[in-house]
């Protein structure tokens, strides 16, 4: 259910409920899928809109109580999968947060989209959850599309930053607590409309060749993630 209230031309807000039914296909230790995710979902939010909708920004705040959450049990493996994490049901799961978010056109040819987001995530005794995921992320990416001798050239820049995360692991000395820190990875493009059938594009990710761990503790491992990448790509259209 849901409810949208225009203010003016420029602004309007709204508000929204939500019944959670979520299948999961997370299994407890003696390998039982668990069941479906329940609860409910609250937001409320305002959004606006200038310039003929060439620029919009949109806030947002939320909450949701979920039943059934499943949260991965540190160390412990399906019975018999060695290879197969082992998690457990969580009642009255608690997930508040905000987003912030602006896109839209500076000039006619350039283009700028960020967000910002933000949650906290705790269980029926107030202790966080699911710690591996980011509670603070931001994304930025820009384009500028030149007119001129370089009309048809396209370049665009970006960073995605998230914040410190951490869970659980076995270790032979026990229960260990292992973490990642806060990182930035900044991305690339270029393109160039040699005509109005034919295009190419270079991405480069990962830029500056970021270090990271993409994930910690999962079946008690550090995976690094995505080194610097290119990729060129010609496009036709008839």
Do not use: C
């Not at 991965?72 to 978010?101: C, H, S």
């Not at 991305?187 to 910690?216: C, G, P, W």
């Amino acid at each position: 259910a849901g409810l949208v209230y225009d203010i003016n031309r420029n602004f309007s807000v709204y508000t929204s409920f939500t019944e959670i039914f979520t299948q999961q296909n997370s299994r407890s230790e003696d390998g039982r899928l668990l069941d479906p995710i329940g609860g409910q979902s609250y937001e409320a939010g305002v959004k606006g809109s200038w310039f003929d909708s060439r620029l919009n920004a949109a806030a947002a705040i939320y909450k949701s109580k979920q039943d059934g959450l499943a949260e991965a049990i540190p160390g412990v493996t399906v019975i018999g999968q060695e290879d197969l994490q082992a998690y457990r049901a969580v009642d009255g799961a608690e997930v508040e947060g905000y987003e912030l978010e602006v896109a839209g056109k500076i000039t006619d040819n350039w283009n700028l989209t960020a967000s910002y987001t933000e949650y906290d995530a705790e269980d029926a005794k107030g202790k966080p959850m699911n710690t591996s995921h980011p509670r603070k992320m931001f994304k930025a990416f820009t384009s500028y599309n030149f007119d001129g001798v370089l009309s048809g050239l396209t370049i665009g820049g970006g960073a995605n930053w998230q914040d410190s995360i951490y869970r659980s692991a076995a270790s032979p000395n026990g229960t260990v607590v292992v973490s990642q820190g806060s990182y930035t990875v900044a991305n690339l493009m270029a393109r160039y409309q040699f005509d109005q059938h034919l295009s190419a594009q270079i991405n480069v990710t990962n830029a500056f060749d970021k270090k990271y761990y993409e994930q910690v503790g999962f079946y008690s491992q550090g995976w690094w993630g995505e080194p610097r990448k290119a990729v060129l790509t010609l496009k036709y259209r008839y």
